[in-house]
């Protein structure tokens, strides 16, 4: 075990402040990083690395990028937190009104569980219905209404899906696959008039990146609209990641609540939910359903966040350029596959991917699963080495910056092809 690994392991479990962090499923122990900028990141024996876990998501401009450095400096020497209203916050809000026309009013937290969990609150309170849907392999956040896993069958009663989690609780989640409207209609008749919302990214991200069918969000919506429940995206991940926006812009299907976190924060700790401004004036001090938080709206993440969505919105060909490259990674890497007879299908959305060793195209949690982990173990390894940092887990996305060059991407072309040869 590295020295790091060592001493942090004596004051964290596992030696880090969020699991996947430890590298467990790719059996290899995690650098330690003390720096990143662009589209690298440093580690503490000052290896550079060309990144593409983006810090899960949030480093979509790179990281260290200059505007939002200073946004944040600027910020931090007018003082770090008032717990008080500031002008900063409306500005924020005003831009992601822009981005996200679904979102009439919001309100921000600190991290993407804090908004679902909140959002889910919010149903309950709005609907006055106990139940919550959600798809197997969808990942929500620690909550625990939202930490349940499917039972067996296709739709069923979520069971705890770790300790500490009460049946009570795990019980009011209703588990479907992804992709699947019929299990949905199912839930739907069985648990009438009890369904408070279902909750679902709308495209995946934690079961590595699954697109939905065509016509999947729309079906959504509609059994929602029947159902009088409301239809929650968690756009945590996906915001930002297709457009200056969301999927519900990308395929014009309107939600009646968004959660945000990650880009919109851009790397610190800032996360939203929001929607239809009838269900939020159920959110005190305007209505009854409490939530608060000391550090939401902290002055320092909200500069970080207006500095990123301005660049994002200011910068006609960011996207241009940003899903180009990303085209580039997703056809260099399946034709170096190719070429090595590895079997691999890839799925992407926007400027995030997934490449699954898998013969099968992934369309939900029960396909994914049958990827070929140890292979992806030894691909992330092999890739490791060769200084291409890749997210560390087959159930999880690459995430393609604006600052990846073509060097970059020419470098992690011919790594995976090297990489490829050893499978
Ligand atoms: P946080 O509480 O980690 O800020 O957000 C939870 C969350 C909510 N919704 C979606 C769609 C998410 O992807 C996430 C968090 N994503 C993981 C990566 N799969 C964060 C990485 C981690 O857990 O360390």
């Known amino acids: 075990m590295s020295k790091e690994l060592e001493l942090a392991s004596k004051y964290f479990p596992g030696g880090v402040n969020s699991p996947v962090r430890a590298f467990k499923s790719v059996g290899c122990e995690p650098p330690f990083i003390k720096s990143a900028y662009g589209s690298k990141v440093v580690d503490v024996n000052d290896i550079e690395y060309i990144d593409y876990v983006g810090t899960w998501g949030p480093a979509i401009l790179g990281h260290a990028e200059e505007s939002v450095i200073e946004a944040v400096r600027r910020a931090a020497l007018d003082g770090l937190s008032f717990g008080a209203p500031t002008l900063a916050e409306t500005e924020l809000a ?140 968690d756009e945590v991940m996906t915001g930002f990641r297709g457009c200056f926006g969301g999927v519900s812009k990308v395929v014009n299907v309107k939600p009646d609540l968004t959660t945000l976190g990650k880009v919109v924060g851009g790397g610190m700790p800032l996360a939203v939910y929001g929607g239809r401004a009838d269900i939020m004036s159920m959110i005190a001090p305007d209505g009854p359903v409490y939530q608060a938080g000391t550090l939401s709206g902290n002055p320092i993440a909200v500069a970080a966040g207006i500095a990123t969505l301005k660049k994002l919105k200011s910068d006609h060909t960011f996207y241009v350029k940003l899903f180009s490259n990303s085209e580039k990674i997703e ?93």
């Open 331 to 423: 056809k260099g890497l399946i034709a170096a596959a190719k070429e090595a007879n590895i079997k691999i299908t890839c799925n992407r959305y926007g400027a995030m991917m997934t490449l699954f060793f898998n013969e099968e195209q992934v369309t939900d949690y029960d396909t994914a699963k049958k990827s070929d982990t140890d292979k992806f173990a030894r691909w992330f390894r092999g890739m490791l080495n060769q200084k291409i940092y890749l997210a560390p887990s087959q159930f999880e996305a690459m995430f393609i910056s604006g600052a990846h060059t073509d060097l970059d991407i020419e470098r992690t072309i011919s790594a995976a092809k090297s990489v490829f040869e050893t499978l």
């Open 94 to 233: 005003q831009l992601i009104c822009e981005a996200f026309p679904v979102i009439e009013k919001m309100r921000f937290v600190s991290s993407g569980t804090e908004a679902t969990m909140s959002a889910i609150r919010l149903a309950r309170g709005f609907t006055n219905r106990p139940y919550i849907i959600k798809c197997d392999g969808g990942y929500h956040g620690h909550g625990d209404s939202l930490l349940v896993s499917a039972g067996s069958g296709v739709a069923t009663l979520g069971i705890p899906g770790c300790p500490g989690i009460p049946e009570g609780i795990a019980s009011n989640t209703l588990v479907v696959p992804f992709n699947n409207l019929e299990a949905v209609k199912n839930v739907f008749e069985t648990h009438k008039n009890k369904i408070a919302a279902m909750i679902v990214e709308p495209v995946c991200g934690n079961m590595g990146v699954v697109n939905p069918k065509d016509g999947y969000l729309q079906g959504l919506r509609k059994l929602c609209d029947e159902n009088g429940s409301l239809l929650i995206f």
